[in-house]
Structures are given as C-alpha cells and as structure tokens.
C-alpha cells in the first residue's frame, strides 16, 4: 500500500526550474516529510492519497526566492540615513547601529525583515549582522531557511568581541550551529578594507575547516577599489585571489567595478557574484556588469542587500531591475532574458549558495521550499510567457502562501510561526528611541 503524501498541490501551473525547467500546466506537486516525493500533471498523480490536498488551480506554484545577500536586522534603521555616498553613509550609519545594536534588537530586526521577506516569498537569505545568533534563532522560530554565521572585523563592534578574539568565537557558533536543519553556517569577513588581509585568511580557513560558504562586499564602490590599489596595489578580485580566499567556495557581494583581470579570476575560482541593483543604484556606486558576467560564464545571483540601503527587502524588484539595467545600459534588449533572471534567484542562487541538492527546484528529492502566486489579477492577465509575468509583472502582493521544508510559513496570507502585529508594535517603540538619538547627531 501506497504511504498517503502530507500535501498535495493540485491544478496549478507549476514552474518547476528543475534541470530541465519543466512546466506543468494543471500541475500537481506532492511532499512528505518536507520533501518533494512527486511533481507532474494532475492527472497523473491522482493516485495518491494525501493527508491534505490544496486547490491551486488559477495560481502558479514556484520554488522559493533566494535573497543572497541581506542585512536583516537593519530594518531597523529603514530610512533613517539617506542621500549619501556608501562610505560616508556607512559612518554615519554605524553611529546608530553602536548605540542601538544588542543581542535582542538584532532578534527583533530579524523578525520584521523575516514578516517582509516571507511575505514577499523569499524563503532562504543569506545574512550579514552583527550577533548572527540572534538571526539565526529568530529564523529557526519562524521556520526559514538561513545562511549565516560569524563576522570578522578588525576592530570591537557592538557585539563587543575584540578582534583577536574573533577566531575562536566564530569557531564556537560554527559548532553550535552545525546540526540545525534551516540554518547553514558560514563565515562572512566584512570586507578587506575593514578586515586584515591576515584576517581574511584566518576567515577562509575556518571556512574551509568547517566546509562552509565564505561571503564578503567586492568591488562595491569606486572609492573602495582606489583604496585597495592604493593599499595592496591590486584590485579587490586581485586581492583576495592573491591572498587564496578565492580557492574555495566563495560569493562575492556587488562586483560592481571589475577589470579585465577580475572577470578572468571570477571565471577560474568558480566565485559568485551576488548583484544588489537596488542599493547599488541608490547609493550611487554604479551597475554591475552582470551582462558580461553571465557571458564569462561567472555565476550571478540576486540580494537585496540591506533594507536600511536598498530600503525593502522585495526580491520581485530586485529582480525585474537585475532584468532591466543591463539593457538600458547597453542598449541592448537580448540581454538578461527573463528566464536568466529567475534562475538567479532559485536554481543557480540555491547552487552557488551550496543548496543546489536541497533547494531551488521543484523536484524530486529537493526539500519543499516553494510559493503559490495568485495569477487571477489584472495585470497578471493575460498570460503568455511565465517567466516573463515573474520578472516583470508580478509583485510580493500576489505571494498568496509560502512554504519552507514542508511547513506553511504563510497560509493564505496568514502569518501561523510569526506574530507580526507584536513585532510592528515593538519596532515602533524602539524606533522612536533611534529617532530620538539620532536626532542628537544629525542624521534625523
């Protein structure tokens, strides 16, 4: 006898982005156990008995976004810096982060940047804060896939570990965090202008003793690649190519400013680029040549970065601008086909974040991270093209319901493992307490 699915999704058009980018039209997908166990017609997987079957006709039904880069508890500064280039915006900045940057203020960032991604249909981010424990529990209350882990710095944060201590601290959570199913520990060096180059070494190493992703900022400014000529005499690629960061695993946040050399040594390491258009475009660092990138054969995968720089965490506009700019910019319109931009952000995100066995397809085999969109709406109809329809015409309100390893963490757009009305209320009255402070300094 059969042993019955706990759910079955039935009539929906499933875009399934496995290696062979099916599409399924009165589609079904069933799971057990957090696992996807069969995908196809309707048809063809109505023999199944199924603990709950879900009616998903006139929607579509898609693997999980990837958020590749994101600070999550900088929700909590939205807005509160603007019109400033990145480096005098990051001094700023860092003044309301020391006063206001506790073990649970990050948890109570995390949460609301987990309600606005969840919502949106992000259902794994890699993230870079301060007190990544405070992340990582409040993902795991929630039931959302996260990348994290320590941070390096060459000097004492707000966390208030000194920088020689960074090691073995950093080792202790890699330790601490290893068998938590949602969250895959990594190691994530500021950048090389704000971490040594023997702290990037001891960085890698770590990664490469616990076998984890190593994640940092590239290329992000122009000021920042004339600052690592003019300290190391080489570029930021170059850089940490040279000092062997790049030999393993590897994503690099931005490359926005590369050279003929970068493009080469990206090519040869297998490091990903992780574009952030949106905050790259705000702070006015410039546009990534994600359009030669993909040419060299160089991974590409989307973040939102910040939500305090790109000002929210919504995937769908990050994407349809990662779709857009390298047109515009290079007058050309074949560039960045809408089928590239969604696979940046599910199937190759899940790989170059090392979850390409877990996540990113619907498939068999592949952990159950997906997301039903309503397609009965205006200007989602009519429909010809889905991946154009998901890069360029639908938006986090059409998210009805979203699912991670099994479980729904929005049903209907209900939000069953985050009470989000707390959160608001919370967030508003530490809010008033950064605004008053930062008033004091200038910057409200």
Sequence with gaps: MTQPVDTLF???????????ERLFEDGSVAIRDGEIVAVGRRADLA????????????????????????HMADSLFRSLVEDLPLEPWLERLWISERAFVTHDNVELGARLALVEMIRCGTT?????????????????????????????????GPDGIAKED???????????????????????PHNHITVSPEGMQAARRMADDAGVLFHTHCSETSTEVRQ??????????????DLGILDGPAVLAHCVHLTDDDFSR????????????????????????????????VPVIVGTDGPVSSNDLDMWTAMRFAGLLQRGANQDPLLTPARDVVRMVTSVGAEALGLGDSIGRITEGRRADMILIDLD???????????????????????????????FVMRDRALPTLDEETVLAD??????????????????
């Design 10 to 20: 039935a009539g929906a058009l499933v875009v399934t982005m496995d290696e062979s």
């Design 47 to 70: 023999h199944l008995e199924s603990r709950e079957t879900v009616d998903a006709a006139g929607k579509l039904l898609m693997p999980g976004l990837v958020n590749s880069h994101v």
């Design 124 to 156: 794994t981010a890699l993230d870079m804060f301060w007190f990544p424990e405070a992340g990582a529990d409040a993902a795991v209350a929630a039931g959302f896939r996260l990348l994290t882990g320590p941070i390096f710095f060459d000097f004492e």
């Design 166 to 188: 960074r090691v073995s601290v950093g080792e202790a959570w890699l330790d601490k965090y290893a068998d938590q199913p949602l969250i895959i520990p990594c190691v994530q």
């Design 228 to 241: 690592t000529q003019e300290r190391f005499g080489r570029t930021p690629v170059g850089h940490l190519d």
């Design 266 to 297: 990206l090519q040869r390491t297998g490091a990903a680029a992780i574009h952030n258009p949106l905050s790259n475009l705000k702070l006015g660092s410039g546009i990534a040549p994600v359009a030669r990138l993909l040419e060299e054969g």
């Design 377 to 407: 709406r205006p200007h989602l109809t009519p429909m010809f093209d889905p991946y154009a329809h998901l890069v360029y015409a639908v938006g986090r309100d059409d998210v009805r319901s979203v699912m991670i390893d099994g479980r």
């Design 427 to 444: 967030v508003g009255l530490l809010a008033e307490k950064i605004r008053a402070h930062a008033a004091t300094i200038g910057t409200a």
